[in-house]
């Protein structure tokens, strides 16, 4: 049930991020978003947006692997605080008070029910600008930088959920947060979910995670001054390598116009606006869920044709921003390779199978942290179906499930789809079939579309790079992409 009467969260106060690229992160957030770094701990670095009141809002962490640690939220009053730790506690997902840390003061820990690890908190410390930071109004936080995407404040964030349905409950019964609009799907479960602390459209949103996996990541949202910043942004990003993954485009859903791009860490970011647009109204909750809201689309046009999820990954891996400057590599598509499995020599000791989830703050998911290592890209793949009406929709949308790596040889397969019968299983919604081991060749009336990536400088005494193969199979060998030395 919705609960009008309670406002005791403020705001999204400070989010952790995971990089295992910290300079090339660092980079990004304080070089192209202008943001600005404030402290320095271990291997975090603490930076601010130019319009924040608060110390910090985003800590970026060096790590093995991308995704989110905590997020910090902050209540309205210290009876606020008190309130919501009594309700998360007797939810049973508190893990208790945490001393005071950089920016904040005492901060009370806990997970929501996918298990992403979260923090609540009042007392903070407030920003004070320095002579070089000093801006010119006195009801502005710092100055504005005037570079890159000058992104002005921590909007939103965006987590995947295996149940969205209990996420959302959480969030609505025990955060006391306003449900602002959510999609349902035809047999019922909702797929997403968005909701507000005040008047702002939304401040926390959970989208359905296709893989089951919990506790991952789909992105988080800076908000730019005006919807020209956002098109400046995707100028801004193009000419420095930054990977564009969506937009600039608006989305049906609350009516943000926004950009998705990929942080050089493998992070999604986004740049949003929504425009005048605010929930002001009581009861605007209640009629954003009413079931004739299910069919709308996440966006405008294509966008709109089909309804979420897109079933889309967190970013893992080697981002395609990485693409200028990655090492030079050979990629082509084929049916087959050699077949490791019937080779148990040291190669098969080195061999890396890397399904796609991502690890999460608990590091729970590990075997499933990229092994490969800096020189594979991971290709993306989509696949599209129609749904019950005969709609075409996107089924799914991210890194192929299943790599298998030779690091010692230079390559890798990269398993993009299979069929093993005739006729094939063309239903939309058919267990993924790329999930099982890789094997070569396809069996009889079957098919596989693999990517096979060899990178260079890995020649064997006869000029050859393994694997090589010999199959009863027709292999249609297509050369993607080839880069030279
Ligand atoms: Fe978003």
């Not at 992105?219 to 193009?238: G, M, N, T, V």
């Not at 081991?437 to 990178?455: A, D, K, Y």
Request: net charge negative; charged share 25%; glycine share 10%.
């Amino acid at each position: 049930m919705a609960h009008p009467e309670s406002f005791d969260l403020a705001h999204l106060g400070g989010i952790e991020l995971f990089t295992p690229k910290f300079d090339e992160s660092l980079h990004f957030f304080r070089d192209i978003c202008a943001m600005r770094e404030v402290a320095r701990v271990g291997d975090s670095a603490y930076l601010r947006t130019w319009d924040e009141y608060q110390l910090y809002s985003l800590k970026l962490t060096a790590s093995d692997t991308n995704g989110v640690g905590r997020t910090l939220f902050r209540t309205t009053s210290p009876d606020a605080l008190d309130r919501r730790v009594a309700a998360i506690e007797a939810a049973g997902l508190g893990h208790g008070w945490r001393e005071p840390e950089v920016g904040v003061g005492r901060s009370y820990e806990f997970e929501d029910p996918d298990g992403h690890l979260m923090g609540i908190y009042y007392d903070t410390e407030l920003y004070v600008p320095d002579d070089e930071d000093r801006p010119a109004l006195k009801n502005q936080a710092s100055a504005y930088p005037g570079r890159g995407i000058n992104a002005r404040r921590l909007d939103h964030i965006n987590y995947l959920a295996a149940d969205v349905d209990a996420a959302g409950d959480f969030w609505q019964d025990v955060m006391h947060s306003r449900e602002s609009e959510r999609v349902r799907m035809d047999d019922g479960h909702f797929a997403a979910r968005w909701f507000r602390f005040h008047q702002k459209s939304y401040d926390v949103v959970y989208s359905e995670d296709w893989t089951g996996e919990r506790g991952r990541f789909h992105h988080f949202a800076f908000a730019p001054d005006s919807r020209e910043d956002i098109l400046k942004a995707a100028d801004i990003c193009l000419e420095n390598g930054i990977y564009i993954e969506y937009g600039p485009y608006k989305h049906a859903i609350n009516q943000t116009f926004f950009l998705y791009v990929w942080e050089p860490g493998g992070n999604r970011i986004e740049f949003a606006n929504a425009q005048a647009r605010l929930a002001a109204g009581p009861g605007l909750s209640d009629r954003a869920v009413e079931p004739g809201r299910a069919r709308q689309g996440p966006g405008l046009g294509h966008e709109d044709r089909g309804h979420l999820p897109h079933a889309r990954h967190a970013v893992r891996g080697e981002p395609g921003g990485d693409r200028p400057a990655g090492p030079r590599r050979a990629l082509s598509a084929g049916s087959g390779c050699r077949s490791i499995d019937r080779h148990p020599d040291h190669r098969l000791q080195a061999r890396q199978e890397v399904t796609r989830p991502m690890k999460n703050h608990r590091g729970e998911g590990a075997a499933s942290v990229d092994p490969i290592g800096d020189g594979f890209h991971v290709p993306r793949r989509v696949v599209t179906g129609h749904d019950a009406q005969g709609v075409s929709v996107v089924v799914s949308d991210g890194p192929v499930p299943v790599t298998r790596a030779l690091p010692d040889d230079g390559v890798a397969f990269h398993e993009v789809w299979a069929t093993d019968a005739v006729p094939a299983d063309i239903h939309a919604g058919a267990e993924d079939p790329t999930a099982g081991s890789i094997t070569v060749p396809p069996p009889q009336h079957g098919t596989r579309i693999r990517i096979n990536e060899f990178l260079p400088g890995h020649l064997d005494e006869r000029g050859l790079q393994s694997p090589v193969h010999r199959t009863e199979s027709i292999d249609y060998g297509i050369v993607l992409e080839e880069r030279s030395h």
